[in-house]
Structures are given as structure tokens and as C-alpha cells.
């Protein structure tokens, strides 16, 4: 039998009426030379985007692989434990820069950290100054006849013009410093962006990542720019419109015009007074930047890093931070989660527990006389201990490397000093000495029979004794973390 082969066209004819696809992309017949050109630059087109979308997969395939080797490390703890300063100490050990192009942004911070406490003051005084200024009067009366009994001699010298009472001059400070009433709104509205939270306490602000470029009053888009070689990191643009950003030279300059009734608002013996007697309780920044008002209020003023550090502003949700952190001449991303601790805001962390390579837990041993802002009827440190029950139990963090953080040791010794006695606020406390290393060892001892409790995979607790305001020390403290983490990391990576 002799085989034969049909002709080219009747072939190509019948492969095509069996294939629609072919038939689909086969150029019509009456195609111009116009026509088959726009066809092709079409086709390179439709193939330079799938070579795109192609090399996209890839690179995420890249990234997700890398991901894995990455150290991701959770900051928990209930609201104002220090998770954000301590935030701040990686920022200023891994990536000083990005702080450094931050420092205008946190004026804002800064004037606010200043407006609301000098408004609480006068608030404190509508509430309770009469009662205190009575009692200044009396002391002052009862000076006053030592002075007329030992001056009796001297009776006929013309009596002295009459000097303002108490009274006359808290009301002319009072009068003074009225105008910071309208500017706590506008810098509140300028670091939340107008977005209200429920559940985070009076009076408070919370600021979601991002918060810098709303701090320069500029749109968020236009006020930065990422950059691909600095991973994780945003530079500001826009210096001079910075420079002039008219809410934040407004209030510079009344805060410039109020230093001196600021100052002696702050110092008047009815406002101590009014402390002494507990009546009036300020968190630690606002008596760092009160106490420091002569520098914080003079033209010019740039923040420090301290006063960044001391800087007070409650994280909304959950703010991501990278770093690259040197291990056996490589570099190992970290991703530092900063969690909003506030009650309402708890519930943002758990999508993070499930990969989380590490946690530092910061529970504030200072807050034993505190009470939530969400919930007046519960002690701050019993809130820490039920939070830090909740993290060793939750089997999502079963294998998470664990540091405590034993926080703002600085504020407890202040507070022991001033005659506070612990055990008027934690009554299990009972006879037990008074003292910064009684109080720290009860406390620590009660955190560590939590974890005990709670410790079904053997895990071994890292504590620290911190005040994360404090750099220097916290340089060394973070680089233990560091090495105690990277034992953890290497180990579960099969290395060592």
C-alpha cells in the first residue's frame, strides 16, 4: 500500500476546523499590512504582561521562602507598659536614620503630651482647689499671726500692699492658659486623623501606622515615598512644607508665650498639694516634658531623643517595623510588631501569633497603684498577670521564644520614695518591705509561677529588669534579647 499525504492547505483546513483556539487567533484574511502590525505590538504586549505577572509569582515564591527565615518578633502588654518606646530602641540601635527623619513629626506628639496634662491640672483645681487653697489660707493665716506677734514693735511702719490671694492667682492662670483648651482638639485630630476609639479611655488619642505624615500635616501619599532599598523604612519629602506647617508653629508659639504660667502652674504649692493628696495623678512623660517646658517651648525646638522616647501616643491595631540584624555575617530581617495594648484593641493581635518567632511581654511593676482607663474597677498589674496567663497558655505562641520585661522600675523606686506603700493598693503584698527589690521579687515571683503554671512545652522564661527610657542600659538588654532569640532561632533552624 502506497501512503500518501494530503496537500499543505487541505491539512492546515482541517487542523484548524478541529482547534477554535487556532481558528480565534489565525489573522483574518482581509488583515492589513496596518492591521498586522497593531496585531503584533498587541501580542508583545499581552506577552510582556504575562512575562511580568510570571516574575511576580516567582518573586513571591522568593519572598514567602525567605519569610521563613525571618525572626518575627511580637511587643505585648496592656496599654502604656512601654511597648512603643521599647519599638523605639530597635529603631534607634537597627535603623537610626528612619528616627532621625522622624524627629519633626514628633512635635506633635510632644505639644500634646504638654496641652493635656496643663488642661487636667486646671480641671483638678475646678474639682477640688477650694478645698486645698483652704487649706493653704489657714497655714498662711496662722504664719501670719507668728509674723504680727514678732513684728508688734514694728507697728507703726505702713502695712504692706495687699499681695494676690491664692485664689486670684489661680484664676488669673487659669484665665492665662485658656487658650490651650482649643488646641488639644486640633492636635488630637491632627494624630488620629479624626478617628475615634472606643474602649481606650478617657481623654486618650490613638494613632495608626503612618501617623508621621499626618504629624507634618501633609496626605499621607504625597508626605512620603517608599523606597525599595530600605526595607520597611519611608523617607519624608516635602521639607520646607514641613517646616511651615501652620498648626505646630501656632501652637509653638503659644506654648513660647504660656512657658511662664505653665511653669508656675506646674510648681504652685496647690498643684502639689494636690498630688501629695493623690488627687491629681499625671503619667511620668507628662512630668518630663512639664519639668522641661523652658526647652520644649523655645523657638526652634527640635526634639531629642530623649524627649522622643518619653513621647506618650497610644498605638491603634497592630504597626509593623523592620530591621536588619547582623548574625554570623549576614543579616536576618526581624519584623517588630508593635500591638495596641488597650483592651478593645486586643483582639487585632492573634492574627500574629501563629509564625511568631519571639515575644516580649512588658508588664509595668510601677502601675501596682493604677487602675484601667477601660475598666476603673481593675489593679493594672492584675490586668498584666491575666494578659501574660492568656500569652503562655495560647498554643498558637507555644513554640514563640519568651522574654518578660519587668517595666518602668524607675517610676516604681520614684513612687516608693515619695512614701507609697504598695500594700495599701495590693493587699496580698501585707508587711513586706517597702523597697524597690521587696516589691520587684514579689512581682517577678508572682509572673513567674504564671508561666510555671502554663509551661506544658518545658519553655524557658528570659526576665529583665527595665526602664526602656533609659538607652543606654537598654542597649544592652536588647542585645542579650537579641543573642537569646538567635540561640532560639538557629536551634529550631537545625544550625547549631
Not at 492662670?173 to 482638639?185: G, I, K, M, W, Y
Not at 521564644?401 to 513612687?415: E, M, Y
Amino acid at each position: 500500500m502506497i501512503r500518501t499525504s494530503r496537500p499543505p492547505s487541505v491539512h492546515s483546513t482541517a487542523t484548524d476546523l478541529g482547534d477554535p483556539l487556532s481558528a480565534i487567533l489565525r489573522p483574518p484574511p482581509t488583515e492589513t499590512d496596518r492591521d498586522r502590525l497593531l496585531r503584533l505590538q498587541r501580542e508583545e504586549e499581552a506577552k510582556r504582561i504575562s512575562d511580568s505577572i510570571d516574575e511576580e509569582i516567582r518573586l513571591d515564591r522568593e519572598r514567602y521562602k525567605k519569610s521563613k527565615e525571618d525572626v518575627k518578633l511580637l511587643l505585648l502588654g496592656q496599654a502604656e507598659s512601654g511597648k512603643s518606646t521599647l519599638q523605639k530602641q530597635f529603631q534607634l540601635i537597627y535603623n537610626p536614620t528612619s528616627l532621625e527623619e522622624e524627629r519633626l513629626s514628633w512635635r506633635v506628639v510632644i505639644y500634646y503630651n504638654i496641652v493635656r496634662p496643663v488642661l487636667r491640672i486646671l480641671e483638678a483645681l475646678d474639682v477640688y482647689g477650694d478645698e486645698v487653697e483652704s487649706d493653704d489660707d489657714s497655714d498662711k493665716g496662722r504664719s501670719a499671726q507668728v509674723i504680727v506677734h514678732a513684728s508688734a514693735s514694728q507697728a507703726s511702719l505702713p502695712p504692706p500692699s495687699p499681695s494676690p490671694s491664692v485664689e486670684q492667682r489661680l484664676s488669673a492662670l487659669r484665665l492665662c492658659l485658656s487658650p490651650l483648651s482649643s488646641v488639644e482638639a486640633s492636635l488630637a485630630n491632627r494624630l488620629s486623623d479624626g478617628v475615634a476609639v472606643s474602649g481606650s479611655g478617657k481623654g486618650s488619642v490613638m494613632v495608626r501606622s503612618g501617623w508621621q505624615a499626618r504629624a507634618f500635616g501633609l496626605s499621607f501619599g504625597k508626605a512620603r515615598e517608599r523606597t525599595s532599598s530600605a526595607k520597611g523604612r519611608f523617607s519624608f519629602t516635602g521639607q520646607r512644607k514641613v517646616e511651615r506647617d501652620k498648626l505646630v508653629e501656632d501652637v509653638a508659639n503659644l506654648l513660647n508665650a504660656c512657658k511662664d504660667d505653665i511653669r508656675e502652674l506646674w510648681g504652685h504649692a496647690v498643684v502639689k498639694r494636690l498630688r501629695e493628696n493623690r488627687k491629681l495623678r499625671l503619667e511620668e512623660w507628662a512630668e518630663y516634658f512639664l519639668n522641661n517646658i523652658e526647652r520644649v517651648s523655645s523657638p526652634g525646638y527640635v526634639p531629642t531623643i530623649d524627649d522622643i522616647l518619653h513621647a506618650r501616643i497610644q498605638t491603634m491595631g497592630v504597626a509593623e517595623h523592620i530591621f536588619d540584624v547582623p548574625l554570623h555575617g549576614r543579616n536576618v530581617t526581624w519584623h517588630l510588631y508593635d500591638v495596641g495594648g488597650a483592651r478593645g484593641q486586643r483582639h487585632t493581635w492573634v492574627p500574629y501569633f501563629d509564625d511568631a518567632t519571639a515575644i516580649i511581654f512588658l508588664a509595668p511593676v510601677s502601675a501596682f497603684d493604677q487602675y484601667l482607663s477601660e475598666d476603673p474597677r481593675t489593679n493594672r498589674v492584675d490586668d498584666s498577670l491575666q494578659l501574660f496567663k492568656q500569652i503562655c497558655s495560647n498554643q498558637l505562641l507555644k513554640n514563640a521564644h519568651l522574654v518578660l520585661f519587668l517595666n518602668k522600675v524607675d517610676v516604681l523606686a520614684t513612687k516608693l520614695a515619695r512614701g507609697v506603700q504598695v500594700k495599701k493598693y495590693i493587699t496580698s503584698y501585707g508587711d513586706r518591705p517597702n523597697e524597690v527589690d521587696a516589691v520587684v521579687g514579689y512581682f517577678k515571683a508572682h509572673f513567674t509561677q504564671v508561666h510555671t503554671r502554663n509551661n506544658e512545652n518545658k519553655r524557658v522564661l528570659y526576665t529583665h529588669l527595665t526602664s526602656v527610657v533609659d538607652t543606654k542600659a537598654m542597649q544592652s538588654i536588647i542585645s542579650n534579647v537579641r543573642d537569646s532569640i538567635f540561640r532560639d532561632y538557629l536551634k529550631k533552624a537545625a544550625l547549631v
